[in-house]
């Protein structure tokens, strides 16, 4: 079992940075590919990025990739997405999950709201 704990979202101005973080429990994290994922208002949820075990393999969504970077630190049981250049679409929920795979996360948390302003 995993549970997950986001933290560090707020309100940022367009082209602002912030960094969320993710703490774990549980013994296996270390195992687990751990992925961001967000849902915007009226939207549905959607794959933010992932990055594989060990950290050495990261994949991102085409509408993040160079303005966002995901990493993990296994000492500490973190995840962690630094968030730069934020547009107003950036907005949202983000959720942490866990799980074998991108396409199979079993555990997730309870999100942390992201809101940008113009």
């Known amino acids: 079992q995993v549970q997950l704990v986001e933290s560090g979202g707020g309100l940022v101005q367009a082209g602002g940075s912030l960094r969320l973080s993710c703490a774990a429990s549980?013994?296996?994290?270390?195992?687990?590919?751990m992925g961001w994922f967000r849902q915007a208002p009226g939207k549905e949820r959607e794959f933010v990025a992932v990055?594989?075990?060990?950290?050495?393999?990261?994949n991102y969504a085409d509408s993040v990739k160079g303005r966002f970077t995901i990493s993990r630190d296994n000492a500490k049981n973190t995840v962690y997405l630094q968030m730069n250049s934020l547009k107003p679409e950036d907005t949202a929920v983000y959720y942490c999950?866990?799980?074998?795979?991108?396409?199979?996360?079993?555990?997730w948390g309870k999100g942390t709201l992201v809101t940008v302003s113009s």
């Open positions: 999950a866990a799980g074998p795979s991108r396409l199979n996360m079993a555990y």
């Open positions: 990055i594989n075990w060990s950290g050495g393999v990261t």
């Open positions: 549980g013994r296996t994290f270390s195992s687990y590919a």
